[in-house]
C-alpha cells in the first residue's frame, strides 16, 4: 500500500456518516439525534439480500446478485447538546451472469465480487427544544479486490437541520455531498421524514428511500415502500477489465415484515421487485461511457437489528 493509499484510507477512518450502499429498506431509522438518556447506544444490523434471475437487454444474457453486508452505528451523548454518532457498514455483492456479453469485450464474466465499505462521523447539536443541526463527513471504498483505495476511494460531507413538532413527528433537511469515482460530485437533497399519521399508520423516509409503516400489534408492523440505489465502483486493472468504472442504479418497491420479539431485536423480512435497473459502464477514466438496461426482477432480503 503507497503511503498517499495509507493516508487517505486513515482520513476515511477518522472522519468518516453511517452509510451503507442503498440500505435504508433493510430497516435503517431516519437520521435524527440520538434521544436515549444513555451516554453510549450502539446498534448492530447484518442482512442478507438475493436477487433472482432477470434478463439484460441487447441479448447479454441473464443474470442475480446475492448481496450480504453488517453495518454498526454507535451514538455517544458528549454532552446535553450535543451527541456524536459514528458509523460502519460493509456490503459484499457476487454478480452472476449466465454467460460472456458485451459489458466488457472479451470478458468471460464482466465482473462478479464487488466490496463496499462506508465510514462515518456526524455531530448533531441542539439548538433549542425544537430544532438541532448536525454536520459530518464520510468515505467510501468500492471496488474488486484487487483494487486500489486511491482508485476506489471517496470522501464527502452531510450538513442540515433536525424539527422536531413532538408527538413523534419529526424532519431533517439538508444536502448530502460525495465525490465520485471518475465523474463529477453527487449531490443530494436530505429530507428524512418521521410522521405519524394516526394511531395505526405512520410515515418514514431516509435517504432515497421512503415507506408507510403500519403497526399490527406491539411485536409486529408491516411496510410498503419505494427507494432509490446506486453503486458506483472500480473494477481491477487486469486485462480485458483495464480499470473499467461500474455503475448499478435501480429502483426498487418493496413490502417489509417487521418483528420484535424484545426491545433490542426487531427482525426484518423484505421482498419486491426492482422495477428499473440500469448499469453504467465507462472506462477507467470515466469516458465512452455504454449503458445496459436489466429486466425487472424478484428479491428477497432479511435483516436483524441488534441494540445494545
Partial sequence: MTRSTLSILLAVIAVAPFSTPASAQEGNEAVLAAEDSRSLNVTLIPRLRYQFDTGLDAANGDFRVFRGGVGAKADWKATDRMTLSFGLGYEYSNYDFSRPNAFIAGAASP???????????????????????????KGRVAGESGVDVDD?????????????????????????????IED????????????????????????????????????NEIAFGAAWENRRFRLDDSAPQLAAVIEDTSFPLFVRFAHRPDDSITINLIGGVGV????????????????????????????VNIAY
Fill in 152 to 180: 476506489a476511494g471517496t470522501i464527502g460531507g452531510v450538513g442540515g437541520l433536525v424539527w422536531d413538532l413532538g408527538d413523534d413527528r419529526s424532519i431533517a433537511f439538508g444536502l448530502n455531498v460525495m465525490s465520485q
Fill in 276 to 303: 428499473w435497473q440500469e448499469f453504467e459502464v465507462s472506462n477507467r477514466n470515466g469516458l465512452a461511457t455504454r449503458d445496459f438496461d436489466a429486466d425487472p426482477s424478484a428479491f428477497l432480503g432479511l435483516s
Fill in 184 to 219: 463529477d460530485a453527487l449531490i443530494l437533497p436530505i429530507i428524512n421524514v418521521n410522521w405519524k399519521l394516526d394511531e395505526r399508520w405512520r410515515f418514514a423516509s431516509s435517504g432515497a428511500m421512503g415507506e408507510f409503516i403500519a403497526t399490527i400489534d406491539g411485536q
Fill in 111 to 137: 465482473f462478479e465480487d464487488i466490496h463496499i465499505l462506508d465510514l462515518g462521523l456526524t455531530a448533531y447539536v441542539g439548538i433549542d427544544e425544537q430544532w438541532s443541526w448536525f454536520a459530518g463527513v
